[in-house]
Structure formats: C-alpha cells, structure tokens
C-alpha cells in the first residue's frame, strides 16, 4: 500500500515561516512528478507548486518568489519551504504524487492526507 505523509503545518504569524515536507511509504519503483495543492473550505483545490522528476518547477503566481519546491530522490520526499507568510494562504495543504509500483511505467496518482497552514496574528 502506497501512502504519502504530511508534515510541517502549523500557526504562524504573518511574515513567518513554515517548511512542508511530504514522504511516500510503500513499496514503489519509481516517483514522477510531485506537487503541493492547497485547499479552503467550500473552494477547489488548487496547485501551489509542482515538480518534475528532472527538477522543473512550477509556481501558481500568488505564491511565486515565497514559495520554494524541492524534492530528496533518495528520501523520496518532497519539500514545500514557505517565507512571507500571508493571512491568505491559510488553507489545507496536500500532497500530490505520482508513483509507479511495478516498474511498467504504470503511474498512478496518489494524495496525501492533508495538512493545515493557519496565517494568523
């Protein structure tokens, strides 16, 4: 059984910090693409920033410039540092991955469980 796990959330005060790290548990052979996705209640869930296996990354444009992706191959986790904090990004952060269990290049999409980011003074 594949699961991807969340951690890092938290209250920050606006202007703070916060680092999101995502790993996946379970037998696999391989990770493709990895992202983080953000989500309020009653709203779709909507990409904060995606990386590729090669490294490309990718920004949604309220988050660019604060925002930085990163991943660890070896660790099989995926990073989201956060600086500049603002009240709105408070939301539920997901992680996004796509793994391949067998080797046959057979990806498929699995999602973490979620994590909270509050912004708040």
């Known amino acids: 059984q594949v699961q991807l796990a969340e951690s890092g959330g938290g209250l920050v005060q606006p202007g703070g910090s916060l680092r999101l790290s995502c790993t996946v548990f379970?037998?696999?052979?391989?990770?493709?693409?990895m992202g983080w996705y953000r989500q309020g209640p009653g709203k779709q869930r909507d990409l904060v920033a995606y990386i590729t296996s090669g490294g490309s990354t990718t920004y949604a444009d309220s988050v660019k410039g604060r925002f930085t992706i990163s991943r660890d191959s070896a660790k099989k986790t995926v990073y989201l540092q956060m600086n500049s904090l603002k009240p709105e990004d408070t939301d539920v952060y997901y992680c996004?991955?796509?793994?391949?269990?067998?080797?046959?290049?057979?990806?498929?999409?699995?999602w973490g469980q979620g994590t909270q980011v509050t912004v708040s003074s």
């Open positions: 996004k991955g796509k793994v391949d269990r067998t080797g046959w290049g057979e990806y498929i999409i699995y």
């Open positions: 379970g037998r696999i052979f391989s990770i493709s693409d």
